[in-house]
Nanobody, 127 residues
Framework: VQLVESGGGLVQAGGSLRLTCAASGFTRDDYAIGWFRQAPGKERVGVSCLSFSDGSTWYSNSVKGRFTITSDNAKSTVYLQMTQVKPEDTAIYYC?????????????????????WGQGLQVTVSS
């Protein structure tokens, strides 16, 4: 599985940005793709994820209502639309994928669940 991320950059607080994760190489139809972020000196945390099995989505409390995850199933591509961004959203954003399902929803927001990772994108929000 390969993941190619695009769309990072510099944005002013209150603005919007869209991240794209183009995935390829899946051998199963039941997989999930998630976005994680890591700020300097902090651990990597889940932002949002989507299950291609049934379209379920999950968001961290810090981005709920501001970020939206969507997909283009035909292209195995996931988008993270970021709106009303804040300086605390500044981080390296990683796309991750796993070819598995979990009966525990919280599992999808844990980085250890994912097997494949993109190279990471810098997102910087200026105040």
């Amino acid at each position: 599985v390969q993941l190619v991320e695009s769309g990072g950059g510099l944005v002013q607080a209150g603005g919007s940005l869209r991240l794209t994760c183009a995935a390829s190489g899946f051998t199963r139809d039941d997989y999930a793709i998630g976005w994680f972020r890591q700020a300097p000196g902090k651990e990597r945390v889940g932002v949002s994820c989507l299950s291609f099995s049934d379209g379920s989505t999950w968001y961290s409390n810090s981005v709920k209502g501001r970020f939206t995850i969507t997909s283009d199933n035909a292209k195995s591509t996931v988008y993270l639309q970021m709106t009303q961004v804040k300086p605390e959203d500044t981080a390296i954003y990683y796309c991750a994928a796993v070819e598995s399902l979990s009966a525990i929803p919280a599992q999808y927001m844990r980085s250890a669940w994912y097997d494949y990772w993109g190279q990471g994108l810098q997102v910087t929000v200026s105040s």
